[in-house]
């Protein structure tokens, strides 16, 4: 696509015929979106007024891959076609997932995972796995940045196509200093699809400060499974970059969240602060990659 630098002048542009909005917005992985273009309950902050981060420009490490959620709103019966513009071209590698939404008691979890090509075509009802009152097509989009990639800033935006308009979201990825290792360890294993979608980076944490023995092997293959992995590529950076585990984690970032900058007596009780919702661990990812500069 070569229509990256037309966002400012047709951002929030399409519409159909009679009027409803076609919408693509841009989610961490941290907030995963039911049909209704919700985020879903497990995943909501507790305290009154905290919404998802705006995702616009997203640090990632070199050497790592990073999941996203990118949700799309579609009127019914009105066909849509989903682009991913860069610039440079080709700069960052990425890989595009469908959402398999599951039903869990009186909700939709989005957790299975099939693969897509660029460009997506597709409209509402789904053919195929028809919900009632469904509103919107949540797909992952997993990005990667090459080890040896240049430290600067490049657009990765997504792009919809309806009705003859575009609707982009504008949004970079700076490439950061840091590097993940090669070596990912195994770590946790995965979380219950009901549980908020910290869980995975909560438990990758408690193994690498604590000493904690990893759960049961992960399946590739969900929603749940690249939130794991992110998590483990985190701890994989921080162990590279303090010893022993914890030096720099604790009293650097997780006192600033949750009080307590010990690792032993953090590890005896550890706390997490749970009112804000699962992206308070983003300012954990943040800080590490802040370490590097």
Request: aromatic share 8%; net charge negative.
């Amino acid at each position: 696509m070569r229509v990256a630098g037309l966002w400012p002048l047709l951002l929030g542009l399409g519409t159909s015929a009679f009027g409803q909005l076609a919408e693509v917005r841009v989610y961490s992985a941290l907030q995963r979106i039911d049909p209704t273009g919700r985020v879903i309950s497990a995943d909501r902050a507790r305290r009154a007024g905290v919404g998802p981060r705006e995702i616009l420009s997203p640090g990632l490490a070199r050497n790592s891959r990073t999941a996203f959620h990118v949700a799309v709103t579609d009127p019914a019966d009105t066909e849509f076609t989903l682009y991913i513009g860069q610039n440079p071209e080709g700069f960052l590698g990425v890989e595009m997932y469908k959402e398999i939404f599951v039903r869990r008691d009186a909700e939709w979890v989005p957790d299975g995972l099939e693969p897509v090509e660029l460009p997506y075509t597709g409209r509402l009802p789904e053919a195929t796995r028809p919900i009632a009152g469904q509103t919107t097509v949540v797909f992952l989009m997993d990005v990667s940045v090459p080890p040896d990639a240049d430290v600067r800033r490049t657009k990765l935006e997504p792009e919809l196509l309806v009705n003859g308009q575009w609707v982009i979201y504008p949004m970079e990825v700076r490439v950061v200093a840091a590097v993940i290792p090669e070596r990912i360890e195994s770590g946790a294993g995965l979380a219950g699809m009901d549980q908020p979608s910290d869980s995975a980076p909560r438990a990758a944490l408690r193994s690498y400060l604590c000493g904690s023995p990893p759960g049961d092997p992960a399946a590739r293959g969900s929603v749940r499974w690249f939130l794991l992995r992110d998590a483990l590529q985190d701890v994989a950076l921080a162990r590279s970059l303090e010893s022993p585990p914890g030096a720099r984690l604790l009293p650097e970032i997780l006192q600033k969240l949750t009080g307590e900058g010990d690792r032993k007596k953090w590890c005896a009780a550890p706390v997490f602060p749970e009112e804000v919702g699962p992206e308070w661990y983003l300012r954990v990812r943040d800080a590490l990659l802040r370490m590097v500069e």
